[in-house]
Nanobody, 115 residues
Framework: QVQLVESGGGLVQAGGSLRLSCAAS????????IGWYRQAPGKQRELVAF???????NYADSVKGRFTVSRNNGKNTVYLQMNSLTPEDTAVYYC?????????WGQGTQVTVSS
């Protein structure tokens, strides 16, 4: 059973930074593609950043140049470094992965950016 646990969220002022972590267990982590999503109140969940098993990354236009996704396969962890945060980044952030036809999500971590 794959388990994902996000951490690192919190309250930060506009212009500040946060680093989110997504710790995985129960999977051949180094092979997994990992996505970071976010969901703001009243909005649909959206893909923010993606890192493949071979380290290829992709970002939503809204976060390019501000967010960086990385992975440490030795620690079974993916990180999302978020810089120059704005109130529009306020959301619950989730990581996810697919394995053997099933999709797995973490419980999410709240990020709140004050103006």
């Amino acid at each position: 059973q794959v388990q994902l646990v996000e951490s690192g969220g919190g309250l930060v002022q506009a212009g500040g930074s946060l680093r989110l972590s997504c710790a995985a267990s129960g999977t051949m982590f180094r092979l997994n593609d990992i996505g970071w999503y976010r969901q703001a109140p009243g909005k649909q969940r959206e893909l923010v950043a993606f890192i493949s098993g071979d380290g290829t990354t992709n970002y939503a236009d809204s976060v390019k140049g501000r967010f960086t996704v990385s992975r440490n396969n030795g620690k079974n962890t993916v990180y999302l470094q978020m810089n120059s945060l704005t109130p529009e980044d306020t959301a619950v952030y989730y990581c996810n992965t697919d394995q053997l036809g099933s999709r797995y999500w973490g419980q999410g971590t709240q990020v709140t950016v004050s103006s």
